[in-house]
C-alpha cells in the first residue's frame, strides 16, 4: 500500500473514531437552579376584624368610665360617650345598650337621693340628663312627679313678706356678689327690725346664707327660720304684719 493511501485510510480511521466519540456519550447535565421561596406578605386584618376591634376598645373604655362614675362628662371620654361610639358601629350591641341603660338607672338613682335630701335643684339636672338619654323613660317620669309634689309642698304656708331673690347659680358658687347681697340685706333687717325667712334648696345652704347675715351684723340676733324650696330668697316680714297674722 501506497503512503498516500495509509495516509488516507488513518484520516479515515481517525474521523471514524471522532464520530464515534460524539455519538457514544454526551456532556454532562448541567444543574437545575434551586427555585427560591417567594417572601409571603403578611395579611392584614379585614375591614371586619377592624370594626370588631373598635368595638371591643370603646366598650372596655366605657365600662372604665363607668366605674369611675364618668357617666355623661366629661364631653367626649364619658361611659355614655364611648357607648354611643359602639352602637355607631355595630347598632345591635347587646352590651352598649345594657350600659346605657345602666347610666339611667344610676342618673335616676342620684335624683331619688338628691329628692330626699330636698336638693330640688340637684333633682331636675340629674332627671333632665336622664330624659336626654333615654326619652320617655317611666322611672325619670315618675321621679319628676315626685319633684312637682315636693316643690308644692316646700311653698306652702310661706308667710307673705318682701321677697329678695337669691341667684341660684352665684349661691351655689359662693360669690362675693352673694355676700355682698346678704350682707347688705342684713343691715337693713337690723335697721328696720326685720323677721327674715330663709327659703334654700337644702338645709347646708340655708345654713350657709344664715350664718352670712349673723357675720354682717355682729352682736345683733337675726330673727329667722330656714324653709326649703326651689326658689332661694329671703322674705322680709315687718314685725307689725306679724303680729297681725
Not at 386584618?45 to 370594626?51: A, D
Not at 376591634?53 to 367626649?76: C, D, I, K, M
Not at 337669691?166 to 333687717?189: E, G, H, M, Y
Request: hydrophobic content about 40%; charged content about 25%; proline content about 8%.
Amino acid at each position: 500500500m501506497s503512503s498516500a493511501n495509509i495516509f488516507r485510510s488513518g484520516g479515515l480511521v481517525l474521523a471514524c473514531l471522532l464520530w464515534l466519540a460524539g455519538c457514544g456519550g454526551s456532556a454532562p447535565p448541567q444543574p437545575q437552579p434551586v427555585p427560591q421561596p417567594q417572601p409571603v406578605k403578611p395579611r392584614g386584618p379585614s375591614p371586619e376584624e377592624i370594626r370588631q376591634r373598635a368595638v371591643n376598645y370603646f366598650l372596655q373604655r366605657a365600662e372604665e368610665a363607668e366605674r369611675r362614675g364618668f357617666l355623661t362628662e366629661p364631653a367626649g371620654a364619658s361611659a355614655y360617650d364611648h357607648y354611643l361610639r359602639v352602637r355607631q358601629l355595630d347598632p345591635g350591641n347587646i352590651r352598649a345598650t345594657s350600659g346605657i341603660q345602666s347610666i339611667v338607672l344610676e342618673l335616676v338613682a342620684s335624683a331619688r337621693d338628691a329628692l330626699r335630701r330636698r336638693a330640688f335643684g340637684e333633682v331636675n339636672s340629674f332627671l333632665n340628663r336622664a330624659e336626654e338619654l333615654a326619652p320617655g323613660n317611666p322611672l325619670t317620669a315618675e321621679v319628676r312627679a315626685q319633684l312637682a309634689r315636693e316643690r308644692s309642698r316646700a311653698s306652702v304656708n310661706l308667710p307673705e313678706g318682701e321677697s329678695v331673690p337669691l341667684p341660684a347659680a352665684q349661691l351655689a358658687a359662693r360669690s362675693d356678689a352673694i355676700v355682698a347681697l346678704l350682707r347688705s340685706t342684713a343691715l337693713r333687717i337690723r335697721r328696720e327690725e326685720l323677721r327674715v325667712i330663709i327659703v334654700a334648696r337644702n338645709d347646708a345652704e340655708g345654713r350657709w346664707v344664715y350664718q352670712q347675715l349673723r357675720e354682717a351684723v355682729p352682736g345683733y340676733r337675726v330673727r329667722g327660720d330656714i324653709k326649703l324650696g326651689a326658689s332661694p330668697q329671703l322674705l322680709l316680714i315687718q314685725p307689725a304684719r306679724e303680729a297681725g297674722q
